[in-house]
């Protein structure tokens, strides 16, 4: 098993965790010496997050990181229309790839990383301009 740490700031208070990667969507959390298990759901590797400062504020729906990792494949182009549910990408992390799928339909207006590219938690990917419902 392979651990990564995190270190977690809450104002002037330190959290030092250390994460592992059980199997898909499963994780080992270590605070101190107690252990916890996380089940992530399919639908929480992707946010909504505020851009860094140096991309525009988009005018549509981010799709963010939810873990680091490398950008393993981006499976759409700007312009290109998208299904909910459609694997966008793929991050790899500890070994690991990691789908990136679409929380909605709409059309990629702008993408923000490419094949390669290393992105931390809440690094935005993909920008969608929803389709009106």
């Not at 809450?10 to 252990?35: H, M, T």
């Not at 504020?57 to 759409?76: C, M, N, R």
């Not at 923000?112 to 009106?132: A, H, M, R, W």
């Amino acid at each position: 098993m392979q651990w990564q740490k995190i270190v977690v700031r809450d104002g002037d208070k330190e959290i030092e965790l250390q994460v592992s990667i059980e199997k898909e969507n499963v994780y080992r959390i270590r605070i101190d010496d107690r252990e916890y298990i996380v089940e992530v759901a399919r639908k929480s590797y992707t946010i909504s997050s505020t851009p860094p400062k140096t991309i525009q504020k988009p005018a549509g729906f981010l799709i963010s990181a939810e873990i680091p990792g490398k950008v393993v494949d981006i499976f759409v182009k700007e312009g290109d229309y998208v299904k909910e549910g459609d694997v966008i990408a793929v991050l790899e992390s500890m070994k690991m790839e990691i789908e990136v799928v679409s929380p909605r339909k709409g059309v990629v207006r702008r993408i923000f990383t490419s094949k390669g590219s290393f992105v931390n938690v809440g690094d935005p990917l993909i920008e969608l301009q929803e389709e009106n419902q």
